[in-house]
Nanobody, 123 residues
Framework: QVQLVESGGGLVQAGESLRLSCVAS????????VGWFRQAPGKEREFVAA???????LYTDSVKGRFTISRDNAKNTVYLQMNSLKPEDTAVYAC?????????????????WGQGTQVTVSS
């Protein structure tokens, strides 16, 4: 099993920034594809960003240019730097991982999930 724990969420005003962290434990993380998803109240879970073990990135259109996914394999940690936050970014953000080098925006393609961290952006 892989355990994922997110942190870094909080309450910010529009235009501010947050950096989310997701720490993996249980086994090596270096060859996993990692992703971030978010879910707002009353809405379906939405893909945000993903990064393969070989370094490729994928972002949903609404966050391109504002969010950056990165990873530190030595620390078994993936990050989501969120800049220029908007109220519509408000959601619970969860990290996910799958034992594959391919990028995927589909939640069903991921094997392990964290419980999420709340991000609230006020207008």
């Amino acid at each position: 099993q892989v355990q994922l724990v997110e942190s870094g969420g909080g309450l910010v005003q529009a235009g501010e920034s947050l950096r989310l962290s997701c720490v993996a434990s249980g086994r090596t993380f270096s060859t996993y594809t990692v992703g971030w998803f978010r879910q707002a109240p009353g809405k379906e879970r939405e893909f945000v960003a993903a990064k393969s073990w070989t370094g490729g990135n994928l972002y949903t259109d609404s966050v391109k240019g504002r969010f950056t996914i990165s990873r530190d394999n030595a620390k078994n940690t993936v990050y989501l730097q969120m800049n220029s936050l908007k109220p519509e970014d408000t959601a619970v953000y969860a990290c996910a991982a799958k034992y594959s080098g391919s990028l995927s925006p589909r939640p069903g393609g991921y094997d392990y999930w964290g419980q999420g961290t709340q991000v609230t952006v006020s207008s």
